[in-house]
Structures are given as structure tokens and as C-alpha cells.
């Protein structure tokens, strides 16, 4: 198997001693999710959709570039897949650690229903280790070690529903572990009418990206840098799967934006900007939106300093200047690079300050003043 973070058995014991379950006995033919029942929470026993068995009791994992190789008692890179007696199990299907109803600006997507909230969950875990998370201490632990609740899919629409939103975010750590819930979550909302979203690090392989792909409306893909060795030294991951996966979303129709977080001296200087968004116009077109977002020191980061504004505008600047139609700053309020400008009359279309709308004239997805067809989702 692939080097890994997971947890074996011999870790799972230890940690049910500091959970004070020292003497319990445990049998090894007991199913699944053992760490819920020990936790006294009550999981939810649910096979992983992508994956092939192999000989010896081991699977593959087929949802990622990964492809973790996993040992029968033992989980994946990510920790929350376990393969048992040669068959693997998602451990976080409908038990989220966190859920909220946040501005749908705060994903961010900005092209998407302006102005609506999203019902936002997240279980724990993640398929990549970026040394910048500003969400570790959810995404690089395992299910046990959290508080979570019990949210099936059709809890979760309900929720969304009761909560006005018209939109589920999966977000805050990496949907792509948790992608079945994710799936059926989202087939749940549709037939309450609610949107699907995915906040994703776009790291997944075309199968079940292509399923997902066809009850979400929206992704949203956080490209790390435009760099193979910045994804192997700080994301730990690959570039291109990602890269192949915008492309993916592009053919398939599905709404995109890209969010770009800037770290200084790492993947900030102005030739990476510019291959960036030469692929960009090549490969996507120019009216994916691009957010140039500001880093502030987190997780494994905590030796560089917040990413200086003149920096995102530069980046802006060169994404414009390549054609790119609809370029924004991030984490900067109050900026007028969070405005929506109309890329032929270049009249402001949507004012924002942080994560609310101030306001909003695009008329039937047009712009108002030369009605020119802003790309989006408007209704």
C-alpha cells in the first residue's frame, strides 16, 4: 500500500484506552464502524461506491489518483475508508462534525445564486495534507476522534429546506472522502428542489467525478499552484489529475469557479500567474472565474507572513490582461476586486463587500447597460 497517515488496529486500541474504553473487549468479527459504537454514537454501515476487490482480502481504492492498495482491518490515506474482511466501507456516511448555513459567497462562489445562503457540512478527513489548511484540525483526524452528528441524506435536505437555502455546500474539508453521502445527499435535495454544490481540491478520479457530477450544479476547485513540485512538497498530491478534473467539469457543463490561494514566495510569482491562466483561456475558456485569494499563516504555515494585497492585484492584473473575463480578489473586504464587472462595458454588475451582496443589477443573466450574457447561475 501507498504510504499513509491511517490508522491500524494496534492504533485503534490505543485510542479507545484514552477514549476510557480500556476494558472493553472487542471482537474481530464485529462489523464496521466499531469507533462510533465505541464513542456511543450510531454509525451508519455503508460500502464504499468506488473500489475493486483484489486477492488476500485486499481492495483498491478507485476514487482518487491514489488508488490507496488497503489491507484487510486497515484504511486508506484518507482515514475514513475501511476495508473488512475484503470489503471497504465509507466511515463517515451521514455523520457530519460540523454543519451551517453560511453565504453562498463565502464558498466562495460568486456566479452562483448571489446573494442565497448554503446549507454547509462536512465530515472529517481529506485526501491531501496541504501544510496551509486552515481547516486541520477537522480534516487530518479521524472519525473517532470527533464529535459528529447523525445526518443521513434526507435529514440533511430537510434541514437545507427548513433553513430557507436553496443549496447544500459540501465544503470545509474534502467532499471527495465522503462522496457517496455526498451523492445521496444531493439526490435527497433535488427532489426538494435544493441545489448541490462541491467545495472540492479537485483531486478524484474521471468515474466518480462524472457520477457526482450529474446531480451537483456547481464546483468550486481550489487550485493549490500551477507548479507538480508545490502540489508534491506543501499539498502532497499532483497536479495534473486536478487539472484533468476542471478540464472534466468544463465538458460535462457544470458550473466551475477556481479559487487560487497565494502564499508568499511559493506560488506567487508572475510566470506562474501567467502559464496559470494561459491554460486557463486554452483549456477552459474565459469565463471560468478565478479567485486570487489572500493567505493568512495556518496549520504547518505558521513561518510566512499574510499575503501583501499588491500581490493578489498583480495577479489580477495578468489574468485580465490574458483575457480572462471575471478576475477576483479574496480575503481582502472591501476591495473592488470582489466586484462582478461586465467584461465588454466594464460596468460594475455585482457589488460586494466580504461575503454580502450590496448589489446586484444583472437582469436575465445579462448585463443591463449592453446586455452581454454574464456566464452563471442567476436562478
Known sequence: ???????????????????????????????????????????????????????????????CPREC?????????????????????????????????????????????????????ATVGCNVDCQFCQNWQISQIRPEQADNFDLPPRKVAQLTKEAGAP????????????????????????????????????????TPMR???????????????????????????????????????RKLNIWTEIVYLVLPTLNDSDQEFRNLVKWMKTDLGPDIPIHFTRFHPQYKMQNLPPTPVKTLERAREIALSEGIHYVYVGNVPGHSGEHTYCPDCQKILIQRKGFWILENKIKNGKCPDCHKVIPGVWS
Request: net charge positive; glycine share 6%.
Open 211 to 249: 457520477e457526482l457530477a450529474e446531480v451537483l450544479s456547481a464546483v468550486k476547485i481550489d487550485l493549490k499552484a500551477f507548479s507538480e513540485k508545490y502540489y508534491r512538497e506543501i499539498v502532497s498530491g499532483e497536479l495534473k489529475p486536478v487539472l484533468d478534473t476542471l478540464v472534466l467539469l
Open 69 to 121: 492498495v488497503v489491507d484487510d482491518r486497515e484504511r486508506g490515506y484518507c482515514g475514513v475508508r475501511e476495508n473488512w474482511d475484503g470489503v471497504y466501507y465509507t466511515l463517515v456516511y451521514g455523520n457530519p462534525c460540523t454543519y451551517h448555513v453560511d453565504p453562498i459567497e463565502k464558498k466562495p462562489l460568486f456566479h452562483f445564486l448571489p446573494g442565497t445562503t448554503a446549507f454547509s457540512l
Open 1 to 63: 500500500m501507498k504510504k499513509s497517515s491511517k490508522i491500524n488496529r494496534r492504533d485503534f486500541f490505543r485510542q479507545c484506552s484514552r477514549f476510557g474504553c480500556s476494558g472493553l473487549v472487542l471482537s474481530a468479527t464485529l462489523p464496521p464502524l466499531i469507533q462510533n459504537i465505541v464513542a456511543g454514537q450510531s454509525g451508519h454501515q455503508n460500502q464504499a461506491r468506488w473500489y475493486e476487490k483484489i486477492p488476500d482480502k485486499r481492495v483498491k481504492c478507485k476514487l
Open 167 to 206: 443549496t447544500i455546500a459540501y465544503t470545509y474539508t474534502e467532499p471527495v472522502v465522503f462522496a457517496e453521502y455526498m451523492y445521496d445527499s444531493a439526490v435527497e435535495g433535488n427532489r426538494l428542489g435544493i441545489k448541490s454544490v462541491m467545495i472540492s481540491n479537485g483531486y478524484i478520479q474521471e
